[in-house]
């Protein structure tokens, strides 16, 4: 089966600092990955689609400049979040797509606690 | 209005029982549809992919509507494993994009 890792699967940070999360594809090639935040007791919203080589398409109220999304390779995505601050705490997923087929695989997500 | 809707729940339900989620969605484009299963503070776990000529695995049973745009699943015989968040999700016409609704979470009881 795909399997997508992520590091660091929590962190805690201070606010004004800066955290990258790293999101693996380890036995597939994958095009695309997506960035998806979690607040308690909500659903997955989609932050940001990253594809291989080209700028990260962001979704509408996401900052580009405060998550900078970086797919230098077919098997790595990174999420940073910049200048983070306490309402950026949250459960971080990254799902990467195989190819030209739909199905995306998650990751185990990364829990973001800035005090 | 969100694009996929869930009732939140909690549904508590005993060990055995028979419970069934209901889901509408907005966008009448949208390509293909699932349920996924998310435990707490875990990633979330596609569960069964949801066709118009319903799908059954095991206990679970699926089935979209698409002229009233609505989506169930439907588990049987519960298991106290069962309890979960259970999310919705749309696939856009395109294939890329993935819409979650808010999840419906299941409290089975013993």
């Known amino acids: 089966g795909a399997v997508v890792s992520q590091h660091p699967s929590w962190v805690i940070c201070k606010s004004g600092t800066s955290v990258k999360i790293e999101c693996r594809s380890l036995?597939?090639?994958?095009?695309?990955m997506f960035w998806y935040r979690q607040f308690p007791k909500q659903s997955l919203m989609l932050m940001a689609t990253?594809?291989?080589?080209?700028?990260?398409?962001?979704e509408q109220g996401v900052e580009k400049d405060k998550f900078l999304i970086n797919h230098a390779s077919l098997t790595l995505s990174t999420l940073t979040v910049t200048s983070a601050h306490p309402e950026d705490s949250s459960f971080y997923i990254c799902?990467?797509?195989?190819?030209?087929?739909?199905?995306?695989?998650f990751g185990p997500g990364t829990r973001l606690t800035v005090t | 209005r969100k694009e996929v809707e869930q009732d939140p729940g909690p549904f508590n339900v005993p060990e055995g029982a028979t419970v069934a989620f209901n889901c509408t969605y907005s966008?009448?484009?949208?390509?293909?549809f699932f349920w996924y299963r998310q435990d707490c503070r875990k990633e979330p776990k596609l569960l069964m992919s949801?066709?118009?000529s319903g799908n059954e695995d095991g206990r679970f049973t699926a089935q979209l509507n698409r002229a009233s745009q609505y989506i169930s699943l439907l588990i049987r015989d519960s298991k106290l494993s069962d309890s979960a968040t259970y999310l919705c999700?749309?696939?856009?016409?395109?294939?890329?994009?993935?819409?979650f609704g808010g999840g419906t979470r299941l409290m089975v009881k013993p």
């Open positions: 036995d597939f090639q994958a095009t695309t």
């Open positions: 966008n009448s484009a949208s390509q293909s």
């Open positions: 999700v749309a696939l856009d016409n395109a294939g890329n994009m993935l819409t």
């Open positions: 949801v066709y118009s």
């Open positions: 799902s990467a797509r195989r190819g030209d087929l739909h199905m995306q695989y």
């Open positions: 990253s594809n291989e080589g080209s700028k990260a398409t962001y």
